[in-house]
């Protein structure tokens, strides 16, 4: 059976107590809009991933439901064994209690689909079934998932996975994924994985806080943007906080872009935005960064920018 596991990451170091606003949240000055009310109410972000920390006291209010497709323990068991989960999902949607850390969109909803196990591996058959119960999944009031966060990658370029991707994206949905962690620092050469290379996903590269690529990133044909992915701090299972490196770590600063996105683009059109519509909104508000666009896309969110293009 073909396997996925998470793309390499770093951990940086391990804490119990945080009080901030991550950096990569400030780069693309998420807080501008929070300060507008525009903080993802009511926008459903499907984690493919390791699970979650569903006691965290900066997640568990933005838990909307889960499922564990990974074949080990309970199928309602999508507790975070790893970590990797856990630190995503904080990125998107860590709550705004005046402890921990925020999110990019901290009142973004999240349905957590566990396909990869403690060893932060998982079958392509796993994450094809968390793709498509993300993409058919209703909520209680009748919320639909409008971003599908994928950290994580294989080497195999699988058809039904890509079938899994296209349907979600016809139903409206974005799916954001990584770039990768094979890259050598070296602009003029290309790394390549799946799903990244798939040009329906929204594929991320990494940065650091001072707005240089991060010499792990992969560079390709296929990357649209780039966030922060060098040092990031986020939640962690057992109710702490981690500082993490990747391109997995980047990802999710753009999937909570694209809820505060959806949220204030559709209040300004005043009807459901299609999938191409909504990255195009994410395209205007970037902003490119001195770097060639294998390594960058169309650059880095400046979500500012929406009140002046949309």
Not at 64 to 87: A, L, P, Q, V
Not at 143 to 149: A, D, L, T
Not at 186 to 205: A, G, H
Request: one cysteine or more; proline letters at 4%; hydrophobic letters at 35%.
């Amino acid at each position: 059976m073909t396997e996925a596991k998470l793309i390499p990451f770093k951990i940086e170091s391990i804490q119990s107590v945080s009080t901030e606003i991550p950096y990569g949240v400030r780069q693309i000055n998420a807080p501008e809009l929070w300060d507008k009310g525009d903080k993802g109410e009511g926008i459903v972000v499907a984690i493919l991933d390791t699970g979650i920390d569903v006691d965290h006291p900066d997640l568990k209010k933005n838990i909307i439901g889960g499922f564990n497709f990974t074949g080990e323990g309970r199928k309602d068991d999508y507790s975070d064994r790893n970590g990797h989960g856990t630190h995503v999902a904080g990125t998107i949607a860590g709550v705004s209690n005046d402890s921990g850390v925020v999110g990019v969109a901290p009142d973004a909803k999240l349905l957590i689909c566990k396909v990869l196990n403690g060893k932060g591996s998982g079958s392509y058959q796993g994450i094809i079934k968390g793709i498509k119960f993300a993409s058919n999944w209703v909520g209680q009031n009748g919320e639909r998932v409008r971003v599908i966060n994928m950290s994580l990658g294989g080497s195999v370029d699988d058809p039904k996975l890509y079938d899994a991707i296209l349907e979600a994206v016809s139903k409206g949905i974005l799916i954001i994924v990584a770039s990768g962690n094979e890259g050598d620092a070296d602009e003029s050469t290309m790394e390549y994985s799946y799903p990244s290379l798939y040009n329906e996903c929204v594929t991320v590269s990494a940065c650091d806080e001072n707005r240089n690529l991060a010499p792990f990133s992969n560079n390709s044909l296929e990357v649209d943007c780039i966030s922060a992915g060098v040092d990031v701090m986020s939640t962690y299972p057992k109710s702490q906080y981690a500082r993490l490196s990747g391109t997995s770590m980047a990802t999710p600063h753009i999937t909570g872009a694209i809820a505060l996105i959806i949220k204030y683009g559709e209040k300004q059109f005043k009807r459901t935005l299609t999938e191409s519509e909504i990255y195009a909104l994410l395209v205007k508000t970037c902003e490119r960064l001195d770097l060639e666009t294998t390594s960058q896309g169309h650059g880095l969110p400046n979500l500012t920018l929406m009140y002046k293009n949309c």
